[in-house]
């Protein structure tokens, strides 16, 4: 069965800082994975996702992240924080097969200190 | 740009009401989905939805919840008696058939008391 583990429920970092959010998944095959940011009281965005090919893929608001297969993770990063990055990350991975469902990690609430 | 719409944003209802929330996906996409969050926890998937059928539900969908697409536009989830633990936010979902993407809606509070 798939399951996603997010290191961290919450992460602090000053504005300006590397951001690191942690993400690793179990899966008896290749996955797809998603990460997803929860902004209050909003619904989900998409920031980025890996399927196949280039293992290093690039987001939205200067996001970015790398599927390692032997390590089964794909962290989320961010070279410089900024104050409205403030929200809260989701990891989700879903198989190439069956209907696709999203099983998602815990979060992890991401805190930009000024 | 196209955008899955839920309605409504909240719902409050008493416990053993029936309630139904509405979703209108993305016009040319397939695979439905909802999802709950209870407050503070992550979002868990309750069912998917294909070829208007059910294509998986979980065990939280039990047989209070059903779906339905009325008119080939709506996607809806009932709940026939709620309960106090049914309160969450409910997200919607659409994907296409050849993307794993799913778009999601700003979802539906619902607060049973």
């Known amino acids: 069965a798939q399951s996603v583990t997010q290191l961290g429920s919450h992460v602090s970092v000053s504005e300006g800082a590397l951001v690191l959010l942690r993400c690793n998944y179990s899966s008896s095959v290749p996955p797809y994975l998603f990460w997803y940011v929860q902004y209050p009281n909003q619904g989900l965005q998409l920031l980025l996702k890996?399927?196949?090919?280039?293992?290093l893929v690039k987001g939205i608001n200067g996001f970015e992240a790398e599927f390692k297969k032997s390590e089964t993770s794909f962290h989320l990063t961010k070279p410089s924080a900024h104050m409205s990055d403030a929200a809260e990350y989701f990891c989700?991975?879903?198989?190439?097969?069956?209907?696709?469902?999203?099983?998602f990690g815990t979060g992890t609430r991401l805190k930009v200190l000024a | 740009e196209p955008e899955v719409t839920q309605t409504p944003s909240h719902q409050v209802t008493q416990m053993g009401q029936e309630v139904i929330l509405r979703c209108v996906p993305i016009?040319?996409?397939?695979?439905f989905y909802w999802y709950r969050q209870i407050l503070g926890q992550k979002v868990e998937f309750l069912v998917s939805?294909?070829?208007?059928?059910?294509?998986?539900k979980s065990e939280i969908f039990d047989d209070q919840f059903s779906v339905e697409r009325p008119d080939g536009s709506n996607f809806t989830l009932k709940i026939r008696s709620t309960k106090l633990e049914d309160s969450a936010m409910y997200f919607c979902?659409?994907?296409?058939?050849?993307?794993?993407?799913?778009?999601f809606g700003p979802g539906t509070r619902l607060t049973v008391t």
């Open positions: 890996y399927t196949t090919g280039a293992t």
């Open positions: 939805f294909y070829n208007n059928e059910i294509s998986e």
């Open positions: 979902a659409s994907a296409s058939d050849s993307t794993y993407e799913q778009y």
């Open positions: 016009s040319n996409h397939l695979y």
């Open positions: 989700a991975v879903t198989l190439n097969s069956g209907t696709y469902k999203y099983i």
